[in-house]
């Protein structure tokens, strides 16, 4: 079992940037993927950005260029730094973990946190 919970979000002006954090309890490195995925009103849910077991990178066109996801696996801890913020970039925010990649990366993650909220006022 895996306990994720995200912290970090809030409100910025477009242009500004925020991190997010994702806590994880027994998290081992070597066998989780990890994302970050955003739910906008209205809209379907998709994923922000990935980690796979290896290190790489995914993002979304979107995003590319202006968020960064990382990982510091001496801390159990998932990371989103996100510059440059655009009003379309206003949603909620999760957190998932999957074993792995292909369920991830299509969004039936075994994990979730609970989420925060991103809103960037223009």
């Known amino acids: 079992q895996v306990s994720l919970v995200e912290s970090g979000g809030g409100s910025v002006q477009a242009g500004g940037s925020l991190r997010l954090s994702c806590a994880a309890s027994?998290?081992?490195?070597?066998?989780?993927?990890m994302g970050w995925f955003r739910e906008a009103p209205g809209k379907e849910r998709e994923m922000v950005a990935g980690?796979?077991?290896?290190?790489?990178?995914t993002y979304t066109d979107s995003v590319k260029g202006r968020f960064t996801i990382s990982r510091d696996n001496a801390k159990n801890i998932l990371y989103l730094y996100m510059n440059d913020l655009k009003p379309e970039d206003t949603a909620m925010y999760y957190c998932?973990?999957?074993?792995?990649?292909?369920?991830?990366?299509?969004?039936?993650?075994?994990?979730w946190g609970q989420g925060t909220q991103v809103t960037v006022s223009s």
């Open positions: 998932a973990a999957d074993l792995f990649w292909r369920r991830l990366s299509v969004g039936f993650a075994d994990y």
């Open positions: 027994q998290y081992n490195r070597d066998t989780y993927c």
């Open positions: 980690i796979e077991r290896d290190g790489t990178t």
